[in-house]
């Protein structure tokens, strides 16, 4: 499905997964889609000793399983005057 920049603006902001089971020692590249060209979106990890954010851009990030656990990957998106969205 595509979306030109106008029907961005009135569609939610969604990560590409809600819930990820991933193997140990695996990485997955997460996406959050419906964003403005001028959003920036910051990763964090609940737990940084079970899943950690290896490369975070623009609205992407790479992270990667370090061990058998539950940890929650929150993303943070703000507009171009540091406003969260």
């Given at each position: 499905?595509f979306y030109?920049?106008?029907?961005a603006?009135?569609?939610?902001?969604?990560?590409?997964?809600?819930?990820?089971?991933?193997?140990k020692?695996s990485?997955?590249k997460?996406?959050?889609y419906?964003?403005?060209?001028?959003?920036?979106?910051?990763?964090t990890s609940?737990d940084?000793?079970?899943?950690?954010?290896?490369?975070?851009?623009?609205?992407n990030?790479?992270?990667?399983?370090?061990?058998?656990?539950?940890?929650t990957v929150?993303a943070?998106v703000?507009?171009?005057?540091?406003?969260?969205v």
């Amino acid at each position: 499905v595509f979306y030109n920049t106008a029907d961005a603006a009135d569609l939610e902001l969604a990560p590409s997964v809600k819930t990820l089971y991933i193997a140990k020692d695996s990485a997955y590249k997460l996406h959050i889609y419906n964003t403005k060209p001028d959003y920036t979106t910051e990763f964090t990890s609940s737990d940084s000793d079970i899943v950690v954010i290896k490369k975070s851009r623009y609205k992407n990030c790479r992270l990667k399983a370090k061990a058998i656990g539950t940890a929650t990957v929150t993303a943070e998106v703000s507009d171009s005057e540091g406003n969260e969205v």
